[in-house]
Nanobody
Framework: QVQLVESGGGLVQAGGSLRLSCAAS????????MGWFRQAPGKEREFVAA????????YYANSVKGRSTISRDNAKSTIYLQMNSLKPEDTAVYSC??????????????????WGQGTQVTVSS
């Protein structure tokens, strides 16, 4: 089992940047592919980005592609989401997740087994 704790959210003006972190407990962090999801009020949870166990490959939703970078440091059991050129529509609670299914990564909430509590990102116009 793994526990996930996000940090780095906050209030930022449109066009600004934020770096989210997700720290994992446990000794098997490198056995999980990892992802970031977000949920805005009144909307369903949506995929943001994912990264494979090794960190070599990453995948992004079209809505953040080119503006965001997911990365991981297996030695620190941490993943990151660097978000640039933020827009008001990026406002949401951002959660990280860890998955262990047979695939290399996942883009659906059901692909993940463990979730953090989330961190609020608010982008003002």
């Amino acid at each position: 089992q793994v526990q996930l704790v996000e940090s780095g959210g906050g209030l930022v003006q449109a066009g600004g940047s934020l770096r989210l972190s997700c720290a994992a407990s446990g000794r098997t962090f490198s056995s999980y592919y990892m992802g970031w999801f977000r949920q805005a009020p009144g909307k369903e949870r949506e995929f943001v980005a994912a990264i494979t166990r090794s960190g070599v490959f990453s995948y992004y939703a079209n809505s953040v592609k080119g503006r965001s970078t997911i990365s991981r440091d297996n030695a620190k059991s941490t993943i990151y989401l660097q978000m640039n050129s933020l827009k008001p529509e990026d406002t949401a609670v951002y959660s990280c997740a860890a998955g262990t299914s047979g695939g290399a990564y996942g883009t659906r909430p059901g692909d993940y087994d463990y979730w953090g509590q989330g961190t609020q990102v608010t982008v003002s116009s």
